[in-house]
């Protein structure tokens, strides 16, 4: 975690602390989430209840809810590479972040397929760190991920 997302971890707990004895009760973990500005899917939930180190009054102490949070941001953000190698191939890249993906394949999905009203040709630019006219992973990532 960033120490800024430390620091919102903080006091989504504290916020949740309610006798201000250092700990959580585990059913509260979805809402803690939250108010740090993650929704939870029910199995998410269900994943961080059954792992979390909770003592027989079923609370979490705030070092373990911060781990917690860590391990999640861990999932989600390997889960999130993912799919965006996975949208790179999709698009015309090779496995492995291999290749590139055509601009002009990129410009037909947002508008034609997607209908979408951005403005597709800033993106493509701004993403299009060397010039190349074609979009590497790294770019295809900033492009997603940048806005």
């Not at 939930?45 to 860590?70: G, M, P, T």
């Not at 496995?95 to 055509?102: E, L, M, N």
């Not at 010039?131 to 492009?143: P, R």
């Amino acid at each position: 975690l960033t120490p800024n997302e430390i620091e919102i971890a903080d006091q989504a707990f504290v916020a949740f602390d309610k006798d201000n004895n250092g700990f959580i009760d585990v059913h509260d973990i979805k809402w803690v989430f939250q108010l740090m500005g993650e929704n939870l899917s029910k199995e998410d939930v269900k994943r961080l209840e059954r792992a979390a180190n909770i003592d027989e009054d079923h609370h979490l102490s705030r070092e373990y809810f911060k781990e917690l949070a860590q391990e999640y941001k861990k999932h989600c953000c390997k889960s999130e590479d993912e799919d965006i190698k996975l949208a790179f191939v999709a698009m015309g890249g090779e496995p492995g972040c291999k290749g590139a993906v055509s601009t002009n394949k990129i410009r037909q999905i947002i508008k034609e397929e997607f209908d979408m009203t951005v403005d597709i040709d800033k993106l493509i630019k701004e993403a299009d760190q060397d010039g190349s006219g074609t979009i590497e992973y790294e770019e295809f990532k900033h492009l997603l991920t940048s806005h």
